[in-house]
């Protein structure tokens, strides 16, 4: 039965636990005349729209209730009677689906948030400039049968592959519950609870899981999981964040805040929550307005209660799922439908998590022509709130991505084919940003790279054969200036040994990361991943290449080649000299900041049919005693491998 008792005007949203039994009920539909929680608790199912299930309602539109009977793993929903119609509606902070019923007319299932027993109390989040990222997709990164979908739990038994690969920030695309179960993660519709298709239900296959999770917790001398620590869709994903970071991996959440959807009809959780006239109408939903992208309907961020909803969510993802940071999707979008309600929004938004949690990276995808008519320049986005900005940290940047392909583009049209290396050398460092880690480059990510859309490198490099020698040493050269390049470097699952199929979010597709070929079934495969992992290696290793400093000091369009200085004001230095010449240049007359010997400390041409027989390199360095040449006191002759990228340092 549900009473008015333990219902305080702190009643956390959703369905809660308390201490000494029982859970409370907390639901926002201020237009509804009558909300009822219909649910088994204690064993015994309620149902009905009878007194002893009404919640109360407050001035402001709250529904609460409190059943003594409810305990964890109870399914619940309410019934909600409205003026345009009566029903069912999800929780929209439930934190689980139930699998009662196919979703969407199943159940939610009450949770506690302090179930999962964590190991991470010393992780620390990375600074930025030490960061590299690796996005992925949960649903296919690591299937564990053809056609089923990937899941937390598999991903998990990649980490120890992540780890050896040297990166140190995952990137998932959005986790949370889909309109549908096939799909790239942007229709989100139940915002606090995990994906159906990542969740391992069968207890044969948990027990499997749990083998290796107590074999990886071993190896880090924590004490094992038991099986009903990863029975839950909110535990497993705890697993693999909390594995993640114990060795050494941070994790960032994809949050979609600038739309929500793909809904029709008002029985889903937030369209149309409190059942009001018209549900055809967008603007008299409650969470939304009529204003649209191809992904879905604006939240109605005008509105207090639905801006705090998702400031709500993000906090909940950093309490429950120990979340380091969140990519924020397409807030040019978000701030073209909703204006000054957006930047208001936007600013609550940063300063509520970053009060939670001061080391959080807070990524925003925003792009400056995308929205003309509230132009602000990507600069003010990443601009601290006290100081008139909206307070986020990095953004997603474009002008090194277009700049790389373009090139590879153009040099695949053969020798005599104009290359713009000039276009490479304007974009090394983020234009108008105070620092080069405010910016998050890349090659491949997801929208550009997905089933229909633009080629993968090799693909780019090569239209004819993706594995010939020219893909090859292409997509070394794009790697490597990602590499060496300012900024936060980001990586797509299977750019780094040579992934060259456009990937689609369907597990049935054949456009899935082919692991058998880095497994040692493509040669090619196995000798790009080496490639990139000694890559970040030197990344590591070379602290110049992840400051600030960069100076293109040589560009030659005709000849196709670029060398750009990296330093640090402490006296590392570090130089770059890159090719798309489809022969290699020998004595190649360079400058260099400082006379003596310069060691080359990385050569991409190595990694081709490993150890490259016919490498063409410095052997092992180059004296810089030459006359002055780029504004350098002194230079060097230098071999550039033909498609190469060869890396010289010294301090």
Known sequence: MLSQANILPTTPMGANLVDGGGATFRLWAPRASAVYVNGSFGGTWQSGQTDDLLMAKDGNGYWTGFIADAKDSDPYHYWVVGSGSSGYKRDPYAREMATDQPFPIC??????????PWHDAQFVTPNFSDMIIYQLHIGTYAPSAPG????????????????????????????????????????GADLFSPDFPFVVTDPNALNGYLGNINRMLGNKGCSPLSFNDISTGPAQLKAMVDLCHLYGIAVTFDLVYNHAGGFEGDDDSIYFADRADDPYNPNQSLYFTDQSTAGGLSFALWNEAVSQFLI???????????????????????????????????????????????????????????????????????????????????????????????????????????????????????????????????????????????????????????????????????????????????IFMGQEFLEDKQWNWDPTSPNLIWWAGVDGADQAMVNHLRFTQDLIRLRWNQPAIRGDNVNPFHVHDQNRVIAYHRWLDSGYDVIVVGTLSDSTWWGYQIGFPSGGFWTEVFNSDVYDNWVNPQVAGNGGGVWASGPPMHGFGTSANVVIPANGVVVFARG
Request: glycine share 8%; proline share 5%; aromatic share 10%.
């Open 107 to 116: 159940c939610c299932l009450i949770r506690s948030s302090d179930a999962y």
């Open 312 to 490: 709500n969510n993000a906090s909940h993802y950093i309490q429950e799922f120990h979340a380091d940071g969140f990519r924020c999707d397409e807030i040019s979008d978000l701030l073209a439908m909703n204006q000054d309600s957006g930047w208001s929004f936007c600013c609550n938004f940063t300063n509520t998590v970053h009060y939670l949690k001061p080391r959080l990276i807070l990524n925003a995808e925003y792009w400056e022509g995308d929205n003309p008519d509230y132009f602000r320049t990507t600069s003010q986005i990443l601009t601290p709130t006290s100081w008139g900005g909206t307070g986020f940290d990095v953004a997603q940047a474009d002008g090194l991505r277009t700049a790389v392909r373009n090139a590879i583009a153009q040099a695949s049209q053969g020798g005599w084919a104009n290359v713009d290396f000039d276009s490479i050398a304007g974009n090394l460092y983020p234009q108008g940003l105070g620092h080069g880690w405010m910016a998050v480059p890349c090659v491949e990510n997801h929208d550009l790279v997905a089933i229909g859309r633009e080629p993968r490198i090799p693909a780019l490099s090569d239209g004819s054969n993706s594995r010939s020698w020219y893909a090859r040493s292409r997509s070394r050269f794009a790697t490597g200036l990602l590499m060496t390049a300012p900024g936060i470097p980001h």
């Open 148 to 187: 089923k979908a990937s899941t937390f739990l598999d991903v998990i038994g990649k980490i120890e592959y992540l780890q050896a690969l040297g990166i140190n920030v995952l990137q998932p695309l959005p986790v949370d519950e889909m309109e549908s179960d096939v799909s790239m993660g942007y229709k």
